[in-house]
């Protein structure tokens, strides 16, 4: 074992243990499962290492590389689980040859491994295309944010054995595909990388406006999230579009501490206390998307969304948003990725802007699609442009209706208080 960086003592211990468990994860069980070609033996064996490692590191202290001998004392149980098999079929022999040959390398040898790559190659398959999204956002969080099922189902308000499956299946279905724990090529790397924005996105909007449950934000999730974004910047530091993710996230959490009052209600935009924001945030914000201007000055969806933020984020007053150029960039994020989102959210920029007749023309229209209709979202636009316009009876409906389709607790008290109490205009 490498040197130690010190032992903690008393009730500090575990605590530490489990940090270094939460940020080393990724690395350990990326390079097992690369090697043992599957999941669930590099959860296995990885948890044996952790054990070895609680058991071990309170006496002898945190080496100075966890990660590179936990993979080595997990890769050794490998090893001797290998040894212990009885009647070795054609893949078990391939693989404890594998084994053996990496057992050769103790953890001196691992240290100078590239152990980012193997997170890269971790990230790549539990965002796999072959797999439905919600499953590829509990993978994630399993494999890559290091959570347990039981914080993942919290999460997602679901109950644990359900979560477990989730992830059981997940397992199955990457292992039935035959899919290789390889980062994709440069002709794949593009439509891939999307998947892999689209789960650590997903995870973020669950935390930043919670689909269901008594709190409307999860910061832990949106904490998750950011640090997933983080750590792809750093293994893909030419890829415009996460950084400009990364951006989006930090200038929209900046606003937190602003978008729930004292009793956790939530706060609309208008409304919020902006010294409340988080100035911090929003400079490593803009800091972030100055970096994806400068790998690709014509930005992809996440850059657009970031810029709008960034609208946002610059105007010391509510009043003193730029709503013209809002609308300017939804028009471009529109062409790029045409989406009824999309238009839904540039006709509050419309509305905004002075013109609430012609979005809630834009919204009537919305609404009328198929499916579309019982989005919350669209009755609560359509609520408020009717207020705006003074047809408070209309309003007043369209509040409750959206109250009605609304899953989450605060925001279905939220619409029901607009819905008694007339709009001010």
Request: glycine share 8%; aromatic share 6%; with cysteine.
């Amino acid at each position: 074992m490498s040197s130690a960086a010190g032992a903690p003592r008393g009730g500090a211990t575990q605590a530490a243990i489990e940090a270094v468990w939460r940020i080393e994860s990724a690395k350990v069980l990326g390079a097992l499962a690369r090697t043992l070609g599957g999941f669930d033996e590099a959860e296995e064996f990885a948890q044996d290492a952790l054990v070895q490692a609680l058991e071990q590191w309170p006496r002898t202290g945190i080496p100075r590389n966890p990660a590179a001998w936990l993979t080595t004392v997990a890769r050794r149980r490998a090893v001797d689980s290998w040894r212990r098999r009885v009647g070795l079929d054609e893949r078990h022999a391939e693989l404890g040859h594998r084994l053996e040959v990496a057992e050769q390398s103790g953890p001196e040898q691992l240290a100078l491994e590239p152990l980012h790559d193997e997170v890269l190659r971790l990230i790549f398959v539990a965002c796999h295309p072959v797999l439905a999204r919600p499953s590829r956002v509990a993978l994630t969080l399993r494999m890559v944010g290091g959570l347990s099922t039981d914080e993942i189902a919290r999460a997602f308000l679901v109950p644990s054995p359900t979560m477990g499956q989730r992830i059981s299946r997940a397992k199955r279905s990457i292992a039935e595909a035959g899919v290789p724990f390889e980062v994709p090529d440069a002709a794949e790397l593009p439509g891939r990388l999307g998947a892999v924005l689209e789960v650590i996105y997903l995870i973020f909007n669950e935390g930043y406006s919670a689909s269901g449950g008594a709190d409307l934000l999860r910061p832990d999730l949106c904490r998750e999230a950011l640090r997933l974004g983080r750590v792809l910047a750093s293994l893909l530091p030419r890829e415009s579009e996460v950084f400009a993710l990364v951006a989006l996230m930090e200038l929209q959490m900046s606003r937190f501490a602003a978008r729930t009052d004292a009793a956790g209600d939530p706060v609309v935009l208008p409304d919020q206390d902006r010294r409340r924001w988080d100035r911090t945030a929003i400079a490593r914000g803009r800091e972030a998307l100055g970096r994806a201007r400068q790998l690709a000055p014509e930005l992809g969806s996440y850059g657009l969304q970031a810029e709008l933020a960034e609208c946002h984020a610059v105007a010391v007053r509510a009043e003193d948003t730029d709503w013209s150029r809002i609308v300017r960039t939804y028009d471009r994020l529109f062409a790029l990725t045409p989406s009824p989102v999309v238009e839904l959210n540039r006709a509050v920029a419309v509305a905004m802007s002075g013109h609430p007749e012609e979005a809630l023309a834009v919204v009537d229209e919305l609404a009328a699609r198929p499916g579309f209709g019982t989005f919350h979202l669209v009755s609560g636009v359509r609520a408020d442009l009717l207020a705006r316009l003074g047809r408070e009876q209309e309003a007043r409906a369209e509040f409750l209706r959206a109250a009605e389709l609304a899953g989450n607790e605060r925001v279905k008290a939220m619409l029901m208080a607009r819905a008694a109490v007339p709009a001010e205009r």
